[in-house]
């Protein structure tokens, strides 16, 4: 069972980011999925969700109208586009099964800065 985020990195603020996850060792296309985001000194938060048919189920008042959750569940992947990115949008960014029953894996570090 296995979770890994790639794609972070540095980035000017209004500028744009691709997250992705690959997905092994479960179902993935039976399980709703979320991406999660973990700033300096806060605590994780929820960042975005889709259900395990690919409709987007949630997102974060913070991100909406900038970031968009999509999955593809004939490659076990779930991405995170993310537009507009501001200095806030700093964190390391996990995806996870909503219900939180996968482990965590180590996430992707994504620092927006000028």
């Known amino acids: 069972v296995r979770l890994v985020e790639s794609g972070g990195g540095w980035v000017q603020p209004g500028g744009s980011l691709r997250l992705s996850c690959a997905a092994s060792g479960f179902a993935f296309s039976v399980f709703d999925m979320s991406w999660y985001r973990q700033a300096p000194g806060k605590e994780r938060e929820l960042v975005a969700a889709?259900?395990?048919?690919?409709?987007?189920?949630n997102y974060a008042d913070s991100v909406k109208g900038r970031f968009t959750i999509s999955r593809d569940n004939a490659k076990n992947t779930v991405d995170l586009q993310m537009n507009d990115l501001k200095p806030e949008d700093t964190a390391v960014y996990y995806c996870?099964?909503?219900?939180?029953?996968?482990?965590w894996g180590q996430g992707t570090q994504v620092t927006v800065s000028s």
């Open positions: 996870v099964d909503y219900g939180l029953n996968i482990p």
């Open positions: 889709i259900t395990s048919a690919g409709d987007p189920a």
